[in-house]
Nanobody, 126 residues
Framework: QVQLVESGGGLVQAGGSLRLSCTASGQTFRGYVMAWFRQAPGKEREFVAAIRWSGETTYYGDSVKGRFTISRDSASNTLYLQMSSLTSEDTALYYC???????????????????WGRGTQVTVSS
């Protein structure tokens, strides 16, 4: 499994921006898909965005399309989530996840991923 450590969370005002980072343990991630999920209190874990490490194809959940951007830096093995136009609905614990292969029908599902970070809290004040 991959070791993942998230950072960059915090308190931000509505309409503001924040960038999350996820550092992955050193290895080759060719073929991997890496994703961001979030979970608000009392709610299920929600797919936010994913990226295929090779080729950089990106995918987004409907609630964040046009506002969030997922990217990765292969040199530093770091995954990013740039978030803008934040609202209180974006308040959640954000998790980084990884899986060694991509599956078109499963990549939005939390149980598809076998490596997870501990999460970083994002709180948006209105």
């Amino acid at each position: 499994q991959v070791q993942l450590v998230e950072s960059g969370g915090g308190l931000v005002q509505a309409g503001g921006s924040l960038r999350l980072s996820c550092t992955a343990s050193g290895q080759t991630f060719r073929g991997y898909v890496m994703a961001w999920f979030r979970q608000a209190p009392g709610k299920e874990r929600e797919f936010v965005a994913a990226i295929r490490w090779s080729g950089e194809t990106t995918y987004y959940g409907d609630s964040v399309k046009g506002r969030f951007t997922i990217s990765r830096d292969s040199a530093s093995n770091t995954l990013y989530l740039q978030m803008s136009s934040l609202t209180s609905e974006d308040t959640a614990l954000y998790y980084c996840a990884a899986q060694s292969y991509f599956n078109e029908g499963l990549y939005t599902l939390a149980h598809f991923y076998d490596s997870w970070g501990r999460g970083t809290q994002v709180t948006v004040s209105s």
